[in-house]
């Protein structure tokens, strides 16, 4: 065979594998796209239940807990992904979530009482709260370093979209129909393309299945001219000599101890508590709430959907420059600049009366800070949770990641009317302005520079990080042999035992 017609196979075989990201992507991020129709089912379905022709009857309060209880259901699920994903990995957990999240959706639209309707809808929650986590990591794994920003902010485009195309489709064919549609034909179509979709490499590994079976996959992901064996030791040395297959969820919490772990745990940590506490994610889920205040509408609904479309672009714009930017830019972007337009927010809102004639200030000041929510740190915390995690308690880690973000959800839902009538729309916005700068000051001297790094050299740094600290405070011994041969002095050096 000649060398070009060898390059030309190499191009195909690389070509290929890029072609399985993107499908795998698209398949995994139906997932995220029924997470958004859950989420705006609560508005179409608040509307319509309560018109004057509406077929079913249901207390207020049997609606407000229709609507809220898939919450409980993604805690809930978030915290079972910790155990299922571990055993059966992210593609088979989405082929036996996918069908039971149909299920959900089937049995709203056919629901004809409270009860069936909240079963419904608390078993679709559940199950989307299950899958989150394992599509996350997983795309994270399989993606190429320099696609994998693109690919894991594709997901959240997807997902916003969803949002739009909920209030869409309920808006024309009604809340019953929009179930069938929106909410089951993604899980279908999810279900059938990871029934050809093979486990991560590094899970397989993980697991201790055979290495032909992880280098299978390596092919299938990355085309069949890539350089398996490397990739596999690259694997196995970031797993470390200590790893268990079949470790406890003790065990796992147990590894936190060792600062390589523990780090970047707490790095997705903080991300979290910065996406639900900046203002930005607040200002989104209650925007027809904000609107009342913002100027510039007298239909506050008109103003949240323009919302949503100012978030569906700047998902799309942080896709294209996710890889030509640095992580930390990008965050820092938003800290600054969605600083400043919380600031502007809290003082037109304190002194909103001596300001009536300047009500574009509230407007664009909500539009910046909704902007650049979605172009820093709502794509940022997806892309960093599937990059940061160590290797060899990702899948356990992502489960509990989750959990605390949906628990940090719950809080600000719960707490947001309490707290506007405790210190009023300034004030909450004049917190979100400090949120801002402090997500500023994390992501110039605490988030480190993932862009353009293999999973395992992301992993490599916290352990050269961990081994420099420890250096520091590990006393160094230095024995001294006679005089007459100071030239032979030995110098012994424990440096930090390999985990």
């Known amino acids: ?158 997902g916003v979209s969803g949002i739009t195309c909920t209030y869409l489709t309920g808006w024309l064919l009604g809340w019953r129909q929009m179930c069938l549609v929106m909410g089951i034909s993604p899980m279908v179509f999810m279900f059938v393309i990871t029934l050809m979709l093979p486990r991560s490499p590094r899970w397989l590994i993980v697991k201790g299945h055979p290495a032909e079976e992880a280098a299978r996959s390596l092919k299938f992901y990355f085309g069949d001219d890539f350089n398996v064996d490397s990739e596999l030791k690259g694997i196995r040395e970031s797993l470390g000599d200590g790893h268990k297959h079949d470790a406890t969820l003790v065990q796992v919490l147990g590894r936190l101890r060792h600062r390589h772990n523990l780090v970047p745990f707490l790095l997705v940590l903080a991300l979290y508590v910065f996406f639900v506490f900046s203002g930005g994610f607040t200002t989104t889920t209650f925007a027809p709430v904000i609107f009342k205040d913002v100027g510039g509408f007298s239909n506050p609904y008109m103003g949240s959907i323009l919302v949503g479309v100012v978030r569906v672009v700047a998902t799309i714009m942080c896709s294209v420059v996710m890889n030509r930017l640095h992580r930390r830019t990008l965050l820092m972007v938003n800290g600054a600049v969605g600083g400043a337009g919380c600031l502007v927010a809290g003082c037109y809102f304190f002194y909103r009366e001596q300001l009536s004639d300047h009500a574009w200030l509230s407007l664009t000041s909500v539009l910046v800070i909704v902007f650049f929510m979605s172009l820093g740190i709502s794509p940022l915390k997806s892309v960093l949770f599937g990059e940061l995690l160590p290797n060899s308690i990702r899948s356990e880690l992502g489960g509990i990641c989750l959990a605390f973000f949906g628990t940090s959800n719950f809080l600000m839902v719960y707490t947001f009317p309490l707290v506007l009538q405790t210190v009023g729309m300034s004030g909450i916005y004049w917190f979100f302005t400090l949120m801002h700068f402090l997500m500023l000051a994390f992501s110039l001297f605490c988030l480190p520079d993932t862009n353009g790094k293999s999973i395992e050299e992301i992993q490599k740094m916290f352990l050269k990080n961990a081994a420099s600290s420890a250096s520091k405070h590990r006393p160094v011994c230095v024995v001294e042999e006679p005089k007459e041969r100071l030239t032979d002095v030995k110098v012994h050096f424990e440096g930090p035992k390999a985990e």
């Not at 239940?49 to 209880?69: N, P, R």
């Not at 049995?107 to 909240?118: D, H």
């Open 1 to 158: 065979m000649t060398l070009s017609s060898k390059n030309a196979v190499r191009g195909h075989g690389r070509r290929r594998g890029l072609l399985m990201q993107v499908v795998t992507t698209l398949a995994l991020a139906m997932n995220h796209l029924v997470m958004g129709v859950s989420v705006a089912f609560a508005g179409v379905f608040t509307e319509q239940i309560t018109s004057a022709d509406a077929g079913l009857q249901l207390s207020v309060s049997q609606i407000s807990w229709i609507c809220s209880i898939t919450s409980v259901g993604n805690m809930l699920g978030y915290l079972i992904s910790s155990y299922v994903n571990p055993m059966y990995g992210a593609i088979r957990v989405c082929q036996i979530c996918a069908p039971l999240v149909a299920g959900g959706y089937l049995m709203v639209a056919l629901g004809n009482n409270f009860w069936v309707l909240l079963a419904g809808r608390l078993l679709l929650g559940l199950f989307n709260g299950v899958t989150t986590g394992p599509t996350n990591t997983h795309v994270g794994e399989i993606a190429s370093a320099n696609l994998r920003g693109f690919l894991t902010s594709s997901m959240i485009t997807i």
